[in-house]
């Protein structure tokens, strides 16, 4: 029999089966568990409680408060795993779980914690190992009767009571469980139990009702989004910055902070190694760390705004699930006890004036590859063509010819280069979507595996990861003028948008193309610049900010931006790209702006900020934006506004 649901607000949610479990037969329940699972149940440890292996089910102690570590995010987003090993460079190799489990007693919030994670790791680019161990674990849930000390879950209704998501759901109602049937997985282990009352749900609901009366810690949750972005300069992030260590406990304690570094470890022969992954934390400095030890968020402050952000605001933009279960774990972890209960009360107490705000919406994208997308597929490097002194255009051919005939992409898109035993890097493809049977990566040797690729010649082999991203808007901008604006490096990114106008010139308007480099040697692709001189209605404009003694220059001196006024293309119907370092983007940005520019025609490319490619492991998060997936390419109208800016 089906009993009506009401929840503890007193509304009719849906028809639910359940059943009473007498607290005397719960150890039997547990054995028959067993005898086909591992049952994972919070038990004490010293004074506080762990999810662990249940092999004395009187150590099960389901009055727990909270536990030290989500159980689901312990078990399921594991603190550190192998991806993938390797042999001579080359043979990557699955880790797969087939064991079955159950999780015995998660509190809501923590599997409202999960099922955020799901939004991360099962969407877009699933990842396989968090899918077999989601799927071959079964929830049982707990209410809380009993609120935990620093809990504030009624703010986001994601506890006391769990609603969803769960294989069974149990309330104690004194001698007893109520066990509500969340599945049919869950159903089949019902089996024998007693059909509940209406008076067993009534006993339910007032013992949860009486628990979320207790919860006194809110946080007001109306328009909390437009509330934080309205108040990203307000004092209390200054205060909270002074007494912020920045250790990261409140990170490693979260449900549903996912944030994960990756390295490459070599045994001692170095013929053989693997890919790791481990739970890193954005309050860390160097988490943000990219070649040449640049540091994108150094300031302590930016760090903690991100993080408070991304669980009251930017998670619910990115993935339409709670970034805070509201569990209190950080309260309780931290040394100096920074609160976000008491930091949006401040803020709410304190406003500042209302202004307009426009929350960040991220592009819709959903990709469920078919192979494995952490396992890069191997690829020979057919040439090395030096641009510079330590930057060099490698051609790729993939060892399977079937993958390379199946291989496509946009321009300003990008892959993963790996080299394997030391890592791996997002580069812009650099050759036209047209070719066929190969592909061109222009790199620069200034990081470890950049510096690793330089060493490498033709015939040997690395791994590709991709093509991800969104790229350069060539679509967007048929029947339009196009005018390129570069920097050293970021002409390779671009160079495809030249390559496609070229391949397809009757479908664009005037070209124009403004390139400029710090000296006349850092200068990429010389030897086509008269090729792309003869393309029809183009103009190729130089600078460089300094010439050597010596060195012959026939064309302008200055940052790119002194070419502006060389600029002939139609300012009303142009479509900008430019792509450099960021302090000669955001001038070209800003001086184009001051002509009478639109920011919705200016496009940027953000490539730099990127690490997994496949929107997982949050280093190329800036602000609400996964640089990886909704970029790296993004119409500066999109991103203008962000909190922190964009450059």
């Not at 006993?203 to 009702?209: E, G, S, W």
């Not at 142009?574 to 955001?586: A, L, N, R, S, W």
């Amino acid at each position: 029999m089906k009993l009506e649901k009401w929840n503890i607000c007193g509304r009719c949610t849906k028809p639910v089966e359940a059943f009473m479990l007498p607290k005397v037969d719960l150890g039997n329940f547990v054995a028959d568990l067993k005898k086909d699972r591992e049952v994972l149940g919070p038990v004490a440890k010293v004074d506080e409680f762990v999810f662990a292996p249940i092999d004395d089910v009187g150590a099960l102690c389901l009055d727990y408060d909270t536990t030290i570590l989500p159980p689901a995010k312990k078990f399921i987003h594991m603190p550190g795993e192998v991806l993938f090993e390797f042999e001579s460079a080359v043979h990557g190799k699955d880790q797969a779980l087939d064991e079955q489990r159950v999780l015995f007693g998660v509190h809501a919030c923590d599997l409202n914690g999960l099922l955020s994670l799901d939004k991360v790791f099962l969407e877009t680019y699933p990842d396989p190992y968090y899918k077999s161990r989601r799927e071959n674990t079964l929830i049982i849930a707990l209410n809380c009767v009993s609120p935990c000390k620093n809990g504030f879950c009624a703010s986001f209704n994601t506890g006391p009571e769990a609603d969803m998501g769960f294989d069974l759901c149990l309330t104690d109602i004194g001698d007893q469980f109520v066990v509500e049937v969340g599945s049919d997985k869950g159903k089949e282990l019902v089996s024998g139990l007693t059909p509940a009352t209406n008076e067993d749900f009534v006993a339910r609901n007032r013992a949860l009702r009486a628990a979320q009366q207790k919860i006194t810690r809110r946080i007001d949750a109306d328009n909390l989004g437009v509330l934080l972005h309205q108040n990203f300069d307000h004092p209390v992030w200054q205060e909270v910055k002074d007494e912020c260590l920045a250790c990261g406990s409140c990170t490693s304690v979260c449900p549903t902070c996912y944030c994960f570094g990756v390295e490459d470890y070599v045994d001692l022969t170095l013929e053989k190694g693997g890919r790791h992954r481990f739970w890193d934390s954005c309050m860390f400095y160097e988490f943000s760390r990219v070649a040449q030890d640049h540091v994108f968020v150094p300031d302590r402050e930016a760090r903690v705004k991100q993080r408070m952000y991304h669980k009251l605001t930017y998670y619910q933009q990115q993935f339409e699930a709670p970034g805070c279960v509201g569990c209190g774990r950080c309260v309780s972890t931290c040394v100096k006890k920074i609160d976000p209960v008491d930091i949006v009360a401040r803020i709410q107490a304190d406003p500042n004036p209302e202004q307009d705000t426009r929350l960040y919406t991220p592009p819709e994208r959903k990709v469920t590859p078919e192979v494995n997308p952490w396992e890069p597929q191997k690829a020979v490097i057919k040439s090395v063509k030096e641009q510079t002194p330590d930057t060099r255009t490698y051609t790729f051919s993939f060892v399977d010819p079937e993958v390379q005939e199946a291989y496509t992409y946009d321009p300003g898109v990008f892959n993963m280069i790996n080299i394997f035993g030391i890592g791996e890097s997002a580069i812009s493809i650099s050759s036209s979507a047209d070719l066929k049977g190969a592909f061109q990566h222009t790199v620069r040797a200034v990081g470890n595996v950049t510096n690793a690729l330089a060493e490498l010649k033709e015939g040997d082999v690395v791994g590709i990861r991709g093509p991800f991203g969104f790229g350069w808007p060539v679509e967007e901008a048929k029947g339009k003028d196009v005018l390129l604006v570069a920097g050293g490096i970021g002409l390779a990114p671009l160079r495809p948008v030249i390559k496609h106008i070229q391949a397809h010139r009757d479908q664009y308007g005037k070209f124009e193309i403004l390139y400029g480099s710090r000296t006349p040697d850092g200068m990429l692709f010389t030897d086509e610049y008269d090729e792309w001189r003869r393309i029809p209605d183009t103009g190729l404009y130089l600078t460089v900010d300094m010439v050597p003694p010596g060195v012959e220059w026939g064309h302008n001196i200055g940052v790119v931006t002194t070419l502006f006024n060389n600029i002939n293309v139609n300012k009303e119907n142009t479509i900008v790209v430019t792509c450099g370092p960021d302090i000669m983007m955001k001038f070209v940005v800003l001086d184009l702006l001051k002509r009478g520019w639109s920011p919705e025609q200016i496009y940027v490319s953000l490539e730099r900020r990127m690490s997994c490619g496949i929107k997982k492991c949050g280093n190329c998060q800036m602000g609400p934006v996964f640089v990886c997936q909704d970029g790296p390419v993004f119409r500066y109208a999109d991103i203008k506004d962000l909190p922190g800016g964009v450059f």
